[in-house]
């Protein structure tokens, strides 16, 4: 693959997925271990890093990055094989890694969202609140029933182990 990232032509972000970092930009295919969301959904992923015209931003809160899984796959075959010489001993087997396709579909920066609201006035919505819920009763703990004190008796000795011969008598 070529260069295909222009510090000053375009946005990019540096995004964390399944514990791995990518540099994306809008539009950008990757390839990365596979993810539990199903094949068509939407997700946003950790954004680590923004830049945009010279200037990064670390760790923004702001910035919105939408990716899509486009389809899971299994990687390139890996043939792993053993050898030991003169003891005719060969073993070989194969490794194919899970991976998902995940295609960015936008980078929203801070300004992107204030001209996309001048451009198309958002309804206010009410948010939903959750029902109350009422503490659960506290139950009474169980107590246990009460025990006669043992009195304390001594503890029997062990009887002394028997002495050992130093060595047995010859021809006796």
Sequence with gaps: MGPRFHENTMAYAIIRLSGKQYRVQEGDRIVVDRLGEKEGTTFHPDVL???????????????????????????????????????????????????SQVEIQSIVAPGAKKAAAAEKPAAKETPKKAPARKPAAKKPAAKRPATKAKASTPAKKKPAAKPRTAAKKEGS
């Excluded at 899971?72 to 890694?97: A, C, F, N, Q």
């Design 49 to 99: 890093l923004f830049a945009e015209d010279g200037k990064t931003q670390f760790a923004p809160k702001d910035v919105r990055v939408t990716a899509k899984v486009v389809e899971h796959g299994l990687g390139e075959k890996v043939r792993i094989g053993k050898y030991r010489p003169k003891s005719g001993y060969r073993r070989h087997t194969g490794y194919r890694s899970k991976q």
